[in-house]
């Protein structure tokens, strides 16, 4: 077998798009790729990732650049696609390796290997048809690996069964590259990425924008991928931002968050002791509730309660103005952007609202997930003279 390599310099691929301009799917990309690598493309949808990898195939050309492949490329863009239904497992598995170019006699020899690896059992002998979706994965993974293509491309292909036949799979492409085959993974697991991968490179709108070790790449995607999405959300929230006096004589003239100083704050950290503070305007002497509720920006609500205080009544004092401040004890939210909803109601139903954003920081972060609460929280609400 002669040294397998991929070499790609300043590629492009245009595409013309209907009743519109050119798109640059591909450009300017650049890498190599060698030997026993095991290299992951990340990227959002549309970034370019599955048009590279049609490049690399040779299912597309490019518009310009130059590309070097040495080695035959086996892609799998759907498992199980290329799988002929009224043929049987076993003749499924002499029809690849023929497309592979091994010879019957090689490919009847690895017909028990490949059964066993798929866990099919006596369904080998049966046609495809009567195959589940992940029968048919398995069985296109196990033949296309059992004969051992020089370059292998998946495209989010992985899930060809349970957490046990997958750990396998990592298994036996691991083997493949130890002896000198090249695996290229397109995925949008980043553990998948992390896990499977030596290598990674993130594709954004047709350009390299990283190419190393797979934990720093991921780490500095996903960054990404959260500021940007967090930056959409919070501007449908600023649009959302309300301060609705609904009712005459009534409102909401200030509403912001207290740290233990007393001072606002729109950055709070998780863990201090904080508060909201309000001023109300109504009609003197008149009894109300002050209602409020906490969301995320995805909006999850993660917050909604009456405040209480100390079971009796709020009233306007004379004057019609009075301040409150809502006691959130230690901050219970974990990190993230959040808006306050903050309502006075009295008989006649919500008299005024008013809204704000504010971020929340922890530098003890939780792993393994994204707690929103993390620890139950306890309102109370005092009006301050």
């Not at 790729?33 to 599955?50: D, L, S």
């Not at 049966?126 to 051992?148: D, N």
């Not at 991968?197 to 709108?205: K, N, P, V």
């Not at 606002?264 to 309000?278: C, E, K, N, W």
């Amino acid at each position: 077998m002669n040294e397998l390599s991929i070499e790609a310099r300043a590629l492009q691929k245009h595409f013309q798009l209907a009743h519109g301009p050119v798109k640059k799917a591909v450009d300017g990309v650049s890498f190599r790729i060698g030997e026993g690598e095991r290299v992951g493309i990340i990227g959002r949808n549309g970034a370019g990732k599955t048009t590279l990898l049609q490049l690399l195939a040779g299912i597309a050309d490019p518009t310009a650049g130059t590309l070097d492949v040495h080695g035959k490329v086996t892609a799998i863009f759907t498992l199980g696609m290329g799988l002929r239904d009224d043929l049987t497992g076993v003749e499924n598995i002499y029809v690849e390796g023929e497309l592979m170019g091994r010879s019957r006699d090689q490919t009847r020899g690895l017909i028990d290997e490949i059964a066993d690896f798929a866990e099919l059992g006596e369904f080998i002998g049966r046609p495809v048809r009567t195959y589940s979706t992940g029968m048919k994965a398995r069985l296109a993974f196990s033949t296309i690996v059992h004969v051992e293509p020089e370059i292998l491309i998946i495209d989010e292909a992985l899930s060809v069964g349970d957490a046990r036949f997958a750990a396998k799979a990592t298994d036996k492409m691991r083997e493949l590259t130890r002896r000198g085959r090249i695996l290229i993974l397109v995925s949008h697991s980043m553990g998948a990425i992390n896990e499977m991968c030596t290598r990674c490179i993130w594709i954004d709108a047709g350009v390299v924008r990283q190419d190393g070790a797979p934990e720093p790449v991921t780490a500095a995607y996903l960054q990404e991928v959260r500021q940007s999405d967090n930056a959409k959300l919070l501007e449908r929230f600023r649009r959302e931002i309300v301060h609705e006096a609904l009712a005459p004589g009534w409102d909401i003239p200030a509403l912001a968050m207290h740290t233990a100083e007393g001072l606002p704050a729109s950055v709070l950290v998780t863990g201090d002791p904080v508060a909201l503070a309000a001023q109300v305007l109504g009609a003197v002497g008149t009894a109300f509730k002050a209602r409020l509720r906490v969301e995320r920006l995805d909006g999850l609500v993660v917050l909604e309660s009456d405040a209480a205080s100390d079971g009796a009544a709020l009233r306007i004092p004379a004057g019609g103005r009075t301040e409150l401040r809502v006691d959130f004890g230690r901050l219970a939210l974990n990190y993230g952007i959040y808006r306050m909803l903050f309502e006075t109601l009295a008989d006649h139903g919500v008299t005024a609202r008013r809204s704000i954003l504010f971020e929340v920081v922890n530098p003890r972060p939780h792993r393994g997930g994204r707690a929103v609460l993390v620890y139950p929280a306890a309102l109370h609400v005092t009006p301050t003279p």
